[in-house]
Structure formats: C-alpha cells, structure tokens
C-alpha cells in the first residue's frame, strides 16, 4: 500500500439531482457521525452544501498515513456508492492549495 504525501489536500465537487440532496446529506451526517466516534489523527474534513444541488468537500491530511482516513468508514463507502449512482460521470478533483484559515473548526452542522 502506497503512504499519502503530506500534507494530502483533496477538494471534491458534484452535482445531483434535487431529489439525492437530502439522502446524501443523511449519509453525509452518517460519516461524519463515524468520524467523530473514531477521531483520526491529523485529518480535517469539511463538507458543504452550495446549492440545492452542488456539493463542495475539503479533505486535508497533515500527517503520513498507509490509508486515507476516509477510505476504512463504513459510512463513506456507503456514502461513495450513492454517490456513483446519482453522479454517474464522478465527482470532479482538485488538489488546493490553502491560502489561510481562520476558526473553520468551530463550524457544526448548523453553520454556526
């Protein structure tokens, strides 16, 4: 198995149809859900729902890892396979780079 670079910066964006929006964001609560239960170390994950139907997500990993934190949840693979179905053409990929931050970690769910 090939290590990740470091720092591992992954920007993710899609588009489904209205009707997938509100499953995706159950599955997506589902990941994150798991997330929280297992804490990967050195791992940020963001998700963002820019319109009805347009999804944004930043992946950052700050450490080097055998496997991408992601890739061994349940709830992403489930989430993965939804996502192949409703976007049958994939999600498009970025690698950003951060220009700065600033308190994005106190963001929930709510967008408070």
Aim: net charge negative; aromatic share 10%.
């Amino acid at each position: 198995m090939r290590e990740l670079e470091t720092p591992y910066k992954r920007l993710v964006s899609y588009r489904l149809p209205r009707s997938a929006s509100d499953r995706n964001k159950e599955l997506l609560s589902q990941v994150f859900k798991e997330l929280a239960e297992t804490c990967p170390d050195a791992f940020s994950y963001l998700a963002l729902q820019v319109s009805e139907e347009d999804f944004l997500h930043l992946a950052v990993v700050d450490d080097v890892v055998d496997q991408h934190p992601l890739h061994s949840l349940a709830t992403f693979r489930r989430w993965s396979d939804s996502l192949q179905r409703y976007c049958p053409d994939g999600p498009e990929f970025a690698q950003p780079r951060i220009v700065g931050t600033y308190r994005i970690g106190r963001l929930d769910a709510a967008g408070r």
